[in-house]
DNA sequence: GCTTACACTAAACAAACGTTTGATTGAGAT
DNA sequence: ATCTCAATCAAACGTTTGTTTAGTGTAAGC
């Protein structure tokens, strides 16, 4: 691996796990195993491997997440709620990267959310948008008829916020449960996302 | 208010806004309009004071909303659930602060939520847990009844999962549906969580 | 063999960081 | 009037920060 990618890769790891503030240069060029200013002339400053890491790296495993999910979907042109929720729950809970990997990008994600960078704003318009609009498409004919545009929205905003937030709270949730975080436990809160959610949106039991 | 207030409220918003790491104690004392040494003379250190904007302003807070929700659920024994969800929300998404302050209160929440402070910890146990384990105990009995203890957990999670990326996904909230967090709309995310956890949790249709 | 271009490095840079110091203030007690 | 003590201040402390510089090694082109 090239030095740019060692760095690239620590990077993001870190990001992650501290913030763009909580991680110093030399953290990063000290865990990669290179020198400081390698940085500096690789990506031009700390903000230009920021910028990096999120256009990238993190655009990159939004596009595989999504096709991911569009292949769990399949070719069916009116699939049903209950198959659009899991597969959306799958693609974004279980794969297909490794349990850290996965805990990156989302923790990216939600500080990015929650106060984006100049980087999101391009993200969000060629990345985020264009994949909610088609998912919005796919479930609004099973929502409640009479209510609003803007609030039928909400029903898919609720079941991001679940799957963010099972995603994100792990820690929390661990503390709150006792249940840890393997692969078992994570396919009961699929299950649960689908449910709950179905139920939610089309009223039914979420069950055949 | 004396400088150790002033300290203490500017400390909190801007943690709240930039994260520990983001704010100097320069920028704190700057904005409070005293001077560098206050921080320390009153608080030991940098991390002291963030310890009392945790263990002070945050518990303060969350005994507020909690008796909030009490208030609103009245004296009956048995609520039913509707009642219990949309206090909850009411409680945690509308009063009684002000729009600012709730924001603060919810960000750094989550900031602790996703990588907890030593601070975190002795919050948790004294004031999140004992609230969950009321909630649980009033919402179990509405649950679906053949699954297990752990699994009914989940549900209070995805209630939660909705208020608290309500409250902080904001900003990417307004960009994908294009409405401005007024009380108007308040209204109309409380009136969805509701509806959809309502559903979620019981199966009905959410309306009377 | 000389040049060019590229990847990398040790060392130094000014600025910003959290913290400490020593002096000054002003109100209350003796 | 003197002492006390907590509060506040300007100034400086030693680190750490992101970045720059000047130099080294190396492989390809001519």
Redesign the pocket.
């Known amino acids: 691996m ?3 990618e060692k760095i690239l890769n620590t990077a993001e790891a870190l990001f992650a796990e501290k913030g763009y ?1 909580g ?5 990063i ?1 000290g865990k990669a ?10 990506f ?6 920021y910028r990096e890491v999120f256009l990238v790296k993190m655009a990159e495993r939004s596009r595989k997440l999504q096709s991911l999910f569009w292949k769990k979907i399949g070719d069916s042109a009116n699939p049903p709620p209950e198959q659009i929720i899991r597969s959306l729950s799958e693609a974004f809970l279980r794969s297909p990267f490794s349990e850290k990997e996965r805990m990156i990008h989302h923790k990216l994600m939600a500080r990015e959310a929650e106060r984006p960078s100049e980087v999101f704003d391009e993200f969000h318009k060629k990345v985020l948008m264009p994949f909610f609009r088609s998912l919005f498409l796919m479930l609004e004919p099973h929502m409640p008829r009479r209510i609003k545009r803007e609030q039928k929205m909400l029903y898919l905003m609720s079941i991001f916020a679940q799957i963010i937030h099972f995603n994100l709270a792990r820690t929390m949730i661990t503390k709150v449960t006792g249940q840890t975080y393997d692969e078992r436990y994570i396919d009961d809160l699929i299950e649960h996302i689908v449910r709950f959610s179905l139920k939610g949106i089309c009223g039914g039991d979420g069950r055949k």
Chains 1, 2 share one sequence.
């Open positions: 090239s030095t740019r503030e991680v110093s240069v030399r953290d060029t195993g290179c020198n400081v200013a390698s940085v500096n002339y690789h031009g400053s700390k903000k230009g491997l």
